[in-house]
């Protein structure tokens, strides 16, 4: 079983109507891809720009409270570390438990008492004094002497850190309470802190140095961060070194990431950042006064759906208008094609010959305009048509008239030339036999609109021509002729060949020279009957040859060239009869002969354009 080869769909003839549709679609879907991404894009452009001022606002007012809050632990530490009580329970060498120490002491642990009552922020306050005296806020009267090494926070790098860098707040977190006192208090809840010190006096003394501790209460901060950002916010506090000292965010594993600021940040602004399997931004601010940074984290899930329902509205919007503008366009599609359809129509009866066909048409357009054009144009080349044929066949009549004018002075010239010699030479005695063939000869050349006739005919003409001649040049001139018989009934022109075995005779046969021979063959090959004349005769130089053929050449005869004047006439007919593939090649070189070859169609392949003469 046979299956149809389905043609590539490349090389298939598409409709116009489809064309412009499918095309048409194609540029809506890419209009509304574009637009969809730009839409998109601008909205989550906007969206992140405004959540991004908004954030802004709420960072500003958190620094705000962050620098009352730094603030107010800046003014408690300076009253701490420059107190006259500190300063007297610093400069004793040895801790003396006597009225006025006691009273130093006494009245320092009121000061803190009171600091860490008033400022809600502060969660608990250590004071340590040349390393040995602790005392703190969280504990009644917690007043402890002793050695370092009872207390875990003087041996950590942050006390060192404080005590290398006198004068200057520093910040740090992961402390415990038990870790600021050598006392133990089961009570006491061991909960991370955020951790402030600051340290006083020199270095490389104990006499004179003071160092304060302040753990911040974080539950105020939390409070604080979440009043200014929100429950459910992500909101992270850092000291200048980016490292986390309290986040309001509950969610345990994945951390935000820093990493950005510290190529260098800005007093405020924002990096792209992931939370939580989420994208969004980070939104920073940073204090000149503290060295903290707040940041937050804003998520683009809410601007994502809020983009995602602008961008459906935009698709079905856009599907609509698109929908309705492709009906219109199929209509008006449909409606210039049908014009055209009938246009190609009418051309195609105008390409088969129905000249003068008119199409009916109402349009107003440019298209409208194109078939009364066209209307016209059929209309012009019926009159151009008409004329042309009776041109054509006025001038196709004159010019068979005009060669047939041509050939009969030519011919009868040469004849009377011949009888006037026998009536010189042969005192008119063989006039009668002469006269007899040239009226056979002349009798279809008289006649008027004659035919083609076969190929036996005009061999038949061609005899009688020869015998006029025997009687001017004797045994001089024979000829041969080798025929097929089935050529016999080819039919040509009349008084094809006589113009051609004339010429030979004329230009080939020399009075002092040896007897010349003409030869006339035919064969058939293809489509095409070629009868080929040749004679041995003196032939004819280059220049001679060009001559002849560039005469055979010419469109037309003008018969300024008399010595050839038989062979143009005989080409001519043909080419007028047959067409331009059709007529006489001549080849001929000097001392070797001439050779003509007669090309004409084979029966049933070609009829010719007119009566043929």
Not at 225 to 234: A, I, Q, R
Not at 400 to 410: D, E, K, V
Request: one cysteine or more; charged letters at 20%; proline letters at 5%.
């Amino acid at each position: 079983m046979k299956f149809p080869i389905r043609q590539p769909f490349f090389t298939r003839k598409i409709p116009l109507a489809r064309q412009i549709s499918l095309g048409t679609a194609a540029i809506l879907l890419a209009v509304m891809a574009l637009g969809l991404h730009y839409i998109w894009s601008r909205t989550m452009s906007i969206l992140s720009e405004h959540d991004r001022d908004a954030a802004f606002i709420q960072l500003q007012n958190s620094q705000e409270q962050m620098s009352l809050i730094y603030d107010s632990l800046c003014s408690n530490i300076n009253l701490l570390l420059y107190d006259q009580n500190v300063i007297a329970v610093a400069s004793e060498r040895s801790a003396h438990m006597d009225y006025e120490y006691l009273s130093h002491v006494s009245n320092i642990y009121t000061l803190l008492t009171s600091m860490a009552r008033d400022n809600r922020y502060i969660d608990s306050l250590f004071l340590y004094i040349n390393d040995n005296a602790f005392i703190s806020t969280i504990m009644t009267n917690s007043v402890t002497f002793g050695a370092r090494e009872r207390v875990p926070i003087l041996q950590s790098d942050f006390y060192q850190e404080i005590c290398d860098s006198v004068f200057q707040i520093r910040f740090t977190t992961g402390h415990e309470i038990s870790e600021f006192h050598g006392y133990h208090n089961p009570s006491a809840e061991n909960l991370p802190l955020i951790t402030v010190g600051c340290a006083s006096g020199s270095p490389y003394q104990n006499l004179r140095k003071r160092v304060i501790i302040i753990n911040l209460n974080t539950e105020m901060i939390d409070s604080l961060l979440k009043s200014c950002f929100g429950e459910d916010s992500h909101a992270y506090l850092l000291d200048s070194n980016l490292s986390l000292l309290y986040s309001t965010d509950t969610v345990e594993g994945e951390m935000l990431d820093f990493t950005p600021l510290a190529e260098g940040c800005d007093a405020m602004g924002q990096f792209p950042a992931s939370l939580h399997g989420t994208t969004g931004q980070a939104v920073y601010m940073c204090s000149k006064d503290n060295g903290l940074i707040i940041v937050k984290y804003i998520p683009d899930n809410e601007n994502r759906q809020d983009a995602t329902a602008l961008g459906i509205f935009f698709i079905l919007t856009f599907v609509l208008c698109g929908a309705i503008a492709m009906a219109f366009m199929r209509y008006w599609i449909y409606r210039c094609l049908k014009p055209l359809d009938a246009l190609c129509q009418k051309m195609s009866e105008l390409e088969s010959g129905r000249l003068g066909v008119q199409i009916e048409s109402p349009l107003r357009n440019e298209l409208g305009n194109v078939i009364r054009h066209f209307n016209l144009m059929s209309q012009a080349l019926a009159r151009m048509d008409e004329e042309n044929r009776k041109v054509e066949k006025a001038l196709h009549v004159q010019e068979i008239q005009a060669l047939r004018a041509q050939i009969n002075p030519h011919f009868i010239f040469n004849v009377l030339n011949t009888f006037k010699w026998m009536a010189v030479s042969y005192r008119a005695n063989d006039l009668e036999e002469c006269i007899a063939a040239l009226a056979e000869i002349l009798l279809p050349v008289f006649r008027e609109n004659i035919g083609p006739i076969p190929l036996q005919k005009e061999i038949h003409y061609l005899k009688k021509y020869l015998l006029i001649l025997s009687h001017q040049f004797g045994s001089q001139v024979s000829l041969e002729i080798s025929l097929n018989p089935e050529l016999e009934s080819v039919p040509l022109p009349p008084l094809t060949l006589q113009p051609i075995v004339e010429n030979c005779v004329r230009h080939g046969y020399t009075p002092d020279g040896p007897a010349l021979t003409i030869r006339v063959t035919a064969q058939a090959e293809g489509d095409v009957l070629t009868i080929n004349i040749t004679d041995d005769g003196r032939g004819m130089d280059a220049d001679t040859l060009r001559e002849v053929q560039s005469l055979l050449e010419l469109k037309e005869n003008t018969g300024t060239d008399s010595r050839h004047i038989g062979l143009s006439n005989v080409n001519r007919r043909l080419t007028l009869n047959y067409g331009p593939q059709y007529g006489l090649r001549i080849q001929s070189a000097p001392g070797t002969g001439t050779r003509v070859d007669v090309l004409l169609p084979v029966p049933n392949q070609a009829e010719p354009k007119q009566d043929i003469l």
